[in-house]
C-alpha cells in the first residue's frame, strides 16, 4: 500500500532528552512537511522539505531539526530547547517540490509526544 | 504565522440535520482544502478548490472557494454518525514564505442521537 507512516504512534520521554519523530512516504512525493498539534488548535509548520538535502524553517521552528538524506525519508528531532514538546506531531507530503495551485498534502498517521 | 478564522468553533446537531462550516482570511489564498480529522488519526482530505468561485462536490459534501479568494465554505447534507470528527480548512498561498499550508482552528461536529 501507497502511503505515508510515522512511528512510533505514542512516545514518552524524560524532559531535557532529545527525541527523533520518524516520517515515511513511498508516494514518491518531493516535498515532505512536520506540523504540530496543540489541543483545540489547528496545525503550524514545523519544517519543510522541496528536495532532498534542503529543507527550510517553517513558522514555529525553533527547538526542532530536520534532515533529508533520502526522497522517502524525512525524521524530525525535537530537542531539549524546545519549551513545550508534548504534542501531536503530523508529517505530510505532496507531489511536487513547491506546492502549486493544483496541489494537495496528504498526512500520516500522528506520533503523540509526552514529555514527563 | 497566520491561522485561519474558521466557525463554528463547535456544532451540535441531530442526526440527518445539514451542517455549514466556514473559514475567512484577511489574506488571499490559490488554494484551499478542507480535511477531517478523528480522534488520534492524522487529516484525510476531503476537497480541494483551485480556483475563486469553484463549487464542488464529494458525496454529501459540497465546497466553495470564495470569489474573493479570502474565504470558503463547506457544507454537509443528511448528517449521519461517521461524519463526527473535527473539520478543518487550510490554504494555500503560491509565492511567498514558507510552503506548508495554513490552517484554521476546526469545526467540532459532534451528532446527537
Known amino acids: 500500500d501507497g502511503g505515508i507512516t510515522q512511528s512510533p504512534k505514542y512516545l514518552f520521554r524524560k524532559e531535557g532528552q532529545n527525541v527523533t519523530l520518524s516520517c515515511e512516504q513511498n508516494l514518491n512525493h518531493d516535498a515532505m512537511y512536520w506540523y504540530r498539534q496543540d489541543p483545540g488548535q489547528g496545525l503550524r509548520l514545523i519544517y519543510y522539505?522541496?528536495?532532498?538535502?534542503?529543507?527550510q524553517k517553517g513558522d514555529i521552528a525553533e527547538g526542532y531539526s530536520v534532515s533529508r538524506e533520502k526522497k522517502e525519508s524525512f525524521p524530525l528531532t525535537v530537542t531539549s530547547a524546545q519549551k513545550n514538546p508534548t504534542a501531536f506531531y503530523l508529517c505530510?507530503?505532496?507531489?511536487?517540490?513547491?506546492?502549486?495551485?493544483?496541489?494537495?498534502?496528504?498526512f500520516g498517521p500522528g506520533t503523540r509526544l509526552t514529555v514527563l | 504565522g497566520q491561522q485561519l478564522n474558521q466557525s463554528p468553533q463547535s456544532m451540535f446537531i441531530q442526526e440527518g440535520e445539514d451542517v455549514s462550516m466556514n473559514c475567512t482570511s484577511s489574506?488571499?489564498?490559490?488554494?484551499w482544502l478542507w480535511y477531517k480529522q478523528d480522534p488520534g488519526e492524522g487529516p484525510v482530505l476531503l476537497i480541494a478548490?483551485?480556483?475563486?468561485?469553484e463549487l464542488t462536490s464529494n458525496g454529501r459534501l459540497t465546497a466553495q472557494f470564495g470569489i474573493t479568494r479570502k474565504d470558503s465554505f463547506l457544507n454537509i447534507s443528511a448528517s449521519i454518525p461517521s461524519d463526527v470528527g473535527i473539520y478543518f480548512c487550510?490554504?494555500?498561498?503560491?509565492?511567498?514564505?514558507?510552503?506548508?499550508?495554513?490552517f484554521g482552528k476546526g469545526t467540532h461536529l459532534i451528532i446527537q442521537p
Open positions: 522539505s522541496q528536495i532532498v538535502n534542503d529543507f
Open positions: 505530510a507530503s505532496s507531489p511536487k517540490r513547491r506546492m502549486t495551485s493544483t496541489d494537495t498534502q496528504y
Open positions: 487550510a490554504g494555500h498561498r503560491s509565492g511567498g514564505g514558507a510552503d506548508g499550508l495554513t
Open positions: 478548490l483551485y480556483k475563486a468561485g
Open positions: 489574506s488571499i489564498f490559490n488554494t
